[in-house]
C-alpha cells in the first residue's frame, strides 16, 4: 500500500517549532525554578538545533549555508553532552566536544576546496555523504561521551540522553546511502526517516534533560534516608548497601564511646551530641580509601574497611583522639575481618562486638583485635 504523501518542509517546521518551545522551557527552569547551568546548555542547544534546521529550509541548496547548518547541529550535538557534563561537574571542554562542531563543518567543506579528480563524487554530492557521515559519527562520539561516567554506570538520564543520539545514526546512514546511490531514492519513507525520527527523538532528548534534576532529588532522598541526622554518619538501614558494595571483603572496627551516659548526665545532653559529631567527623577523615562509617544506635559505631590491615590502622589512630578533646571522652574499639563464608557484615559485627567488650572488661580506652 503506498504511504500517504508527507511534505518534508512541514517536517521540518515540526521540528523548528518544537526545539524553540523546548527551548524556551529549558530557559524559563533556569529562570523560575533551579538556576543550573544544564538548562542554558540544553536550551542553547535547542535554539541552535531550530536555527540550523531554519537554514535548512530558506537555503539549502547553498555550500555556505549548509556548511553553516550541518556545523550548528555539530554543536548542538556537543552541547547535549556539556548540558549533562555541567550538570555532573564534570570537565566540560575537552577535545571530544570542541572537536564535534569542527568535524560537521570540516566534512562539509573540505570536498569544495579539495581537487575534484581526488573525489569519488562530485563536490556537492561528496560534501553531503561527508557531512551525513561526520554527523553520524559525531553522534557515536556524544553517545559515548555520555555513557562514560567517572561513577561506573552513567545515570539513566545520561543513558537516556545517549541512546536517543544513537536513535539519529540509521538517518544519517540512509543520507549516505542515498547520495551514493546505493539506495532507491524514490522510496519516500527512506528519504523522510531522519525527519520522522525527529519528531520523536527529540522528545526522549528533552526527557534526559528533564531527568537530571529528578534522578539527582531521587539520589539525594534515598541518601536522606540512610543518613544519621545528628551526626551525618550512614545509619544501621546504609549496612546491607554497604555489605554489598565490599563484597566478601573487609573488616570492621566496632566502636563504642566509654561512660556515654556519664557525659549526657555530667554535661548535659548537648554536650554528648558534641562528642557524637566530633567522632564521626574525627574517624570519617581518617577511613581509608572506600571505608564508611554507621552510626548503629546511640554511641555505638562501626567503620567498615577494605581490609584488616586498614581497620588496624585505623584503629590505632582513634584511641588517642579523645581525651584531647572538651569534653574529653574515649572509646573502647573492637577489629574483626569478615571471614570467608559470611553471609553479611553481621557475623563480623558479632566478632569484633566480643573483642570490644573484652576492651570494656581491661579498663576501657584501649582495642582488641
Not at 21 to 33: I, K, N, P, S
Not at 66 to 85: C, E
Not at 136 to 165: C, D, E, K, N, Y
Amino acid at each position: 500500500m503506498p504511504l500517504p504523501p508527507i511534505d518534508l518542509s512541514t517536517l521540518h517546521l515540526c521540528s523548528i517549532l518544537t526545539s524553540v518551545a523546548y527551548a524556551v522551557m529549558f530557559a524559563l527552569l533556569w529562570v523560575r525554578r533551579e538556576r543550573s547551568a544544564h538548562l542554558l546548555h540544553a536550551a542553547a542547544a535547542s535554539l541552535i538545533y531550530a536555527v540550523a534546521l531554519l537554514i535548512f529550509v530558506l537555503d539549502g541548496a547553498s555550500v555556505a549555508a549548509s556548511a553553516i547548518a550541518g556545523t550548528l547541529i555539530g554543536v548542538n550535538t556537543a552541547l547535549l553532552v556539556t548540558s549533562a557534563r555541567t550538570f555532573e561537574r564534570e570537565r566540560v571542554l575537552d577535545r571530544w566536544t570542541i572537536g564535534i562542531p569542527l568535524l560537521a563543518f570540516g566534512a562539509y567543506v573540505a570536498p569544495q576546496v579539495l581537487p575534484a579528480e581526488w573525489l569519488p563524487l562530485a563536490p556537492r554530492a561528496m560534501s553531503r555523504v561527508a557531512h551525513s557521515a561526520a554527523l553520524g559519527t559525531t553522534t557515536l562520539i556524544a553517545a559515548v561521551l555520555l555513557l562514560r561516567h567517572p561513577g561506573g554506570m552513567a545515570p539513566r538520564s545520561r543513558r537516556v540522553l545517549a541512546w536517543a543520539l544513537l536513535g539519529y545514526f540509521p538517518g544519517y546512514v540512509v543520507s549516505v546511502a542515498l547520495d551514493l546511490g546505493v539506495t532507491d531514492a524514490t522510496f519516500d519513507a527512506l528519504v523522510l526517516l531522519p525527519m520522522l525520527a525527529d519528531q520523536v527523538l527529540l522528545g526522549m532528548l528533552t526527557l534526559g534533560i528533564l531527568g537530571m534534576s529528578g534522578e539527582r532529588d531521587a539520589s539525594r532522598l534515598r541518601e536522606l534516608v540512610l543518613r544519621d541526622a545528628l551526626t551525618g554518619a550512614w545509619n544501621r538501614a546504609a549496612l546491607p548497601t554497604i555489605a554489598a558494595r565490599r563484597g566478601d571483603a573487609g573488616a570492621v572496627v566496632l566502636i563504642d564511646v566509654d561512660h556515654f551516659k556519664t557525659i549526657n548526665d555530667r554535661d548535659g545532653h548537648a554536650a554528648g551530641d558534641t562528642v557524637l559529631r566530633r567522632l564521626t567527623a574525627q574517624v570519617t577523615a581518617m577511613l581509608p580509601t572506600g571505608g564508611s562509617l554507621v552510626r548503629l544506635g546511640g554511641d555505638e559505631f562501626v567503620a567498615i574497611c577494605p581490609d584488616i590491615s586498614g581497620a588496624h590502622r585505623l584503629a590505632e589512630a582513634i584511641l588517642p583522639l579523645g581525651p584531647k578533646d572538651a569534653p574529653s571522652w574515649s572509646v573502647s574499639i573492637g577489629v574483626a575481618p569478615r571471614e570467608a563464608g559470611d553471609p553479611d557484615l553481621s557475623m563480623a559485627i558479632a566478632r569484633a562486638d566480643t573483642l570490644l567488650y573484652r576492651a570494656k572488661n581491661g579498663g576501657r580506652n584501649r582495642l582488641a583485635a
